[in-house]
């Protein structure tokens, strides 16, 4: 695909254009807000958000994960929740504690098999109920788990939002790569801060040592050259990090001395001084 090709269209550059005056709202009882967001799904958004979180909580920070893909919100099932969040006046939402971080997700309104297929308008209302009606509790940083791509709900946030800083994931996939780019000139144009670039799935070590690349090589390092972003960090294929993951028990919370687990921590001290 070129250059040329992967353009935005001219539809989505009148919606983002400058032009518009962004009035954005800081969210109640939040001092830094992170979002962790992908040019396409699969890429381990939801991975690394649950695993920040708990690296940054480790560091005895306050930490909350906001869950906002709404069209597959995985953070429940990763941090092994499966009560409601409560609420005392029927209107504001308790959110739940886990791993004593506190969690909200659109997963915990709906159940697992209803299909996120939801209009503009609805995505916009819901991510509005989030952010005003979320009672946080004191937080130092808020993780959003961003929803994949450039659509309706990555925009609502970036537009309306305060947003401290950007991290966006990516594998070296050339076509991850391609996303990747219209994510960050979506950032670029809503003026909200990058922080870097995390590779994900870089390559896999088998039992014989040998190193191999499954997703194509150096594709953060091109959006970096090219976009002068950083690389905050490369994360390889760990079968560890893929069961803890899925078992609800994040590696980072569970096994802190994991070379996994040790990263996550290196990762979350270089956030938290360049934020
Ligand atoms: P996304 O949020 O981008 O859709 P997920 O975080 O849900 O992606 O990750 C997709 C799958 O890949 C999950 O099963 C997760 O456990 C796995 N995964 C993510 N990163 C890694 C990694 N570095 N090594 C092994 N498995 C991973």
């Not at 006046?89 to 886990?98: A, E, R």
Request: charged share 25%.
């Amino acid at each position: 695909m070129t250059e040329k090709e992967a353009n935005l269209s001219k539809n989505f550059m009148d919606q983002i254009s400058p032009k518009t005056q962004f009035k954005k709202n800081k969210i109640n009882n939040v001092k830094k807000v992170i979002a962790i967001s992908s040019g396409k799904g699969g890429v381990g958004k939801s991975t690394i958000a649950v695993n920040l979180a708990i690296a940054i909580k480790n560091l005895k920070y306050n930490v909350g994960i906001l869950d906002a893909d709404i069209y597959g919100p995985s953070i429940p099932k990763m941090m092994g929740i499966s009560e409601k969040p409560k609420s005392e006046d029927g209107i504001n939402l308790i959110p739940v504690k886990k791993f004593d971080i506190q969690c909200m997700s659109i997963g915990f309104m709906v159940s697992e098999n209803t299909p996120m297929i939801w209009r503009g308008p609805m995505v916009a209302s819901t991510i509005k109920t989030f952010v005003n009606k979320v009672l946080w509790n004191n937080v130092d940083f808020l993780i959003i788990d961003m929803p994949p791509g450039t659509g309706d709900a990555l925009l609502t946030f970036s537009q309306e939002i305060h947003i401290d800083g950007s991290i966006i994931i990516t594998t070296p996939q050339d076509i991850a790569v391609i996303d990747v780019k219209r994510g960050i000139e979506m950032f670029k144009r809503t003026h909200v801060k990058i922080l870097g670039i995390i590779e994900n799935m870089t390559s896999f070590t088998s039992d014989d040592g040998i190193e191999h690349f499954i997703f194509g090589k150096d594709g953060a390092k091109n959006i970096s050259d090219k976009l002068n972003i950083q690389i905050i960090e490369k994360l390889h294929i760990d079968i560890d990090l893929r069961k803890s993951s899925d078992s609800g028990l994040p590696i980072t919370e569970v096994s802190i001395d994991h070379r996994i687990s040790k990263l996550f921590l290196n990762i979350a001290k270089k956030i938290i001084k360049i934020i």
